[in-house]
Each structure stands twice: as structure tokens, then as C-alpha cells.
């Protein structure tokens, strides 16, 4: 069976400092891993995913995350947040069979000036 | 390219009513899919499809119909809407589900309303 567990509903950080949004995941087979961003009224917007090659993935507006098979996790980094990073973050893995994306259920970023 | 796009982007119905949400992309995707969006429970899959001519029903699909008739085009219905069916609808797209190109792109989203 698939599942993701986003660990935080809601993570809050200043201005400058790393973001640090978790995930695990469970899944039968070699997956894909994803981490999309949401922000307000808007639809989803791929940041980074994990198809099976490097380990550490490095996404867009300075996001990157590590594929860590033996803890089952794809946490989501950066290493100074910024005003515009305030958004929903989903984690998201397809197990690379069947025809579904499975969703974690968010976590609400805020950044605090 | 206008990638995912979604209409209309905002609907209020009573219940009973009807409606049918359209979802188009020009990107030459195969797998299309609608997911609902609801506080705290992220993206449900309602149905989804692998190509034109087809369709497949998600986590939760009861009171939505689909429709595929044009690679291109996704369409949902609600038949007799309900207030449970009040949510944020997205679609999104897919080149494939596996390998380099699998990554989904979304469309806007239509907020739904059932008064």
C-alpha cells in the first residue's frame, strides 16, 4: 500500500532562517517522490521530484530534498526562507505502477518578517 | 502553450442542480486526472484517465461522472450536485506515470459552492 505522511500541518520560521518541511512515505516499490507548492488561490507548482537518480534533489527557488530509502522520508529543505516561500507544501509519491499520485495532506509554511 | 487550463474558475449551485466542469491542456499528455481539494485532507483523486477514450475511478468518485473524448479534453459532471460537493476541484496532467516525464501539471482550480 502507498501513503505519505506529512509530519507538520504547520511549520513556522523567520525570515532568513532554514525551512525544514518533513516526509515519509511507504510505498511497495522504487517510487517517485515529489514536493509541489500551492500558494493562495492558485493551483500546484512542481518544485522538485525524485525519479531513481541522485539521492539529493535540488528543485527550484533554492528547495532541495533528500531521498532517504532507509528512514522512507523526502524532507524538503532550504537552507534561508524568504517572505514569497509562505504557501501549502505537498509531498506526493507515485509508486511507479498502477495509474495514482498519492498526497500527503499539507503543510502551511509561514514566514515571519 | 497555456498549459492546464480550468473552466470556470468559480460556481455557486442549489442543490440538485447540474454542472460540468471542463479541463483542457495542449501539452500532448495522456493521463489526465481530477482531484478534490478539501481543508485538511489535501488531494483526493475522483478520476483520472490514461488516455483518450478512457476513464477510472479514483479514492472518491461517487456523484462525479468523467468524460474523455479528445486527448486534450477532460471533462466532470455532477449530475445533482450536493453540499458535500462544496470543494476546490483541480486538474492536472501527465506525460506518463513513471520514469523522467511523470511529473503532473495542475490547472488553476474551480471553487465549487452547493448551496
Known amino acids: 500500500a502507498q501513503s505519505v505522511t506529512q509530519l507538520d500541518s504547520h511549520v513556522s520560521v523567520s525570515e532568513g532562517t532554514p525551512v525544514l518541511l518533513r516526509c515519509n512515505y511507504s510505498?511497495?516499490?522504487?517510487?517517485?517522490l515529489f514536493w509541489y507548492v500551492q500558494h493562495p488561490n492558485k493551483g500546484l507548482q512542481l518544485l522538485l521530484k525524485?525519479?531513481?537518480?541522485?539521492?539529493l534533489v535540488k528543485g527550484i527557488n533554492g528547495f532541495e530534498a533528500e531521498f532517504k530509502k532507509s528512514e522512507t522520508s523526502f524532507h524538503l529543505t532550504k537552507p534561508s526562507a524568504h517572505m514569497s516561500d509562505a504557501a501549502e507544501y505537498f509531498c506526493?509519491?507515485?509508486?511507479?505502477?498502477?495509474?495514482?499520485?498519492?498526497f500527503g495532506t499539507g503543510t502551511s509554511l509561514t514566514v515571519i518578517p | 502553450n497555456a498549459g492546464v487550463t480550468q473552466t470556470p474558475k468559480f460556481r455557486v449551485l442549489k442543490t440538485g442542480q447540474s454542472m460540468t466542469l471542463l479541463c483542457a491542456q495542449d501539452?500532448?499528455?495522456?493521463?489526465m486526472y481530477w482531484y478534490r481539494q478539501d481543508p485538511g485532507m489535501g488531494l483526493r483523486l475522483i478520476h483520472y484517465?490514461?488516455?483518450?477514450?478512457?476513464?477510472a475511478k479514483g479514492e472518491v468518485p461517487d456523484g462525479y461522472n468523467v468524460s474523455r473524448l479528445k486527448k486534450q479534453n477532460f471533462l466532470l459532471g455532477l449530475e445533482s450536485a450536493a453540499p458535500s460537493q462544496t470543494s476546490v476541484y483541480f486538474c492536472?496532467?501527465?506525460?506518463?506515470?513513471?520514469?523522467?516525464?511523470?511529473?503532473?501539471?495542475f490547472g488553476p482550480g474551480t471553487r465549487l459552492t452547493v448551496l
Open positions: 492536472a496532467s501527465s506525460y506518463s506515470l513513471a520514469g523522467f516525464n511523470n511529473e503532473q501539471f
Open positions: 510505498s511497495s516499490y522504487s517510487p517517485s
Open positions: 525524485y525519479t531513481s537518480a541522485a539521492t
Open positions: 506526493v509519491v507515485s509508486p511507479n505502477t498502477g495509474n495514482q499520485f498519492y
Open positions: 501539452m500532448n499528455h495522456e493521463y
Open positions: 484517465s490514461v488516455g483518450e477514450g478512457t476513464t
